[in-house]
C-alpha cells in the first residue's frame, strides 16, 4: 500500500492551496481517509476526514469553514483544499487510510496506512 501527497508549498496567509493523495495497492472506495499535520515540537493533529463514499465529513474545529475535504474513488485521490490560510497552518500534512471507520473521529492511529506527508508553510 501507497499514499503518495502532493500539493505543498509556501504561501502567504489568506491565500489557498490544495492538497492531493494518490492511493495504490489497496481497494480506495472501501476506505475511509483523513488528513493530519504536525508541526514542529507538536503532536499530531487531526485535519479533516470522508467516509468511504464521501457521505460523512469531519474537520477539526480549527479549520472548519476554511477546509474542505473530497474524493474521487475514480482516480484512487483524496483532496484537500484549504482556504484563507493562516501562519499556524504551518506545517507537514499526511494523508491515512482506515478501514475501520474511526478515522472519522479525528484519531490518529498505527493501524492506517499513511503517506510521507507533505510541507506547507504559511507566512504572515
Known amino acids: 500500500v501507497q499514499l503518495v501527497e502532493s500539493g505543498g508549498g509556501l504561501v502567504q496567509a489568506g491565500h489557498s492551496l490544495r492538497l492531493s493523495c494518490t492511493a495504490s495497492?489497496?481497494?480506495?472506495?472501501?476506505?475511509?481517509l483523513g488528513w493530519f499535520r504536525q508541526a514542529p515540537g507538536k503532536e499530531r493533529e487531526f485535519v479533516a476526514a470522508?467516509?468511504?463514499?464521501?457521505?460523512?465529513?469531519s474537520y477539526a474545529d480549527s479549520v472548519k469553514g476554511r477546509f474542505t475535504i473530497s474524493r474521487d474513488n475514480a482516480k484512487n485521490t483524496v483532496l484537500l483544499q484549504m482556504n484563507s490560510l493562516k501562519p499556524e497552518d504551518t506545517a507537514v500534512y499526511s494523508c491515512?487510510?482506515?478501514?475501520?471507520?474511526?478515522?472519522?473521529?479525528?484519531?490518529?492511529?498505527?493501524?492506517?496506512?499513511w503517506g510521507q506527508g507533505t510541507q506547507v508553510t504559511v507566512s504572515s
Open positions: 470522508i467516509s468511504w463514499i464521501g457521505v460523512r465529513t
Open positions: 495497492g489497496l481497494t480506495f472506495s472501501g476506505y475511509n
Open positions: 491515512a487510510a482506515d478501514g475501520r471507520g474511526t478515522i472519522l473521529g479525528g484519531t490518529p492511529s498505527e493501524d492506517y496506512y
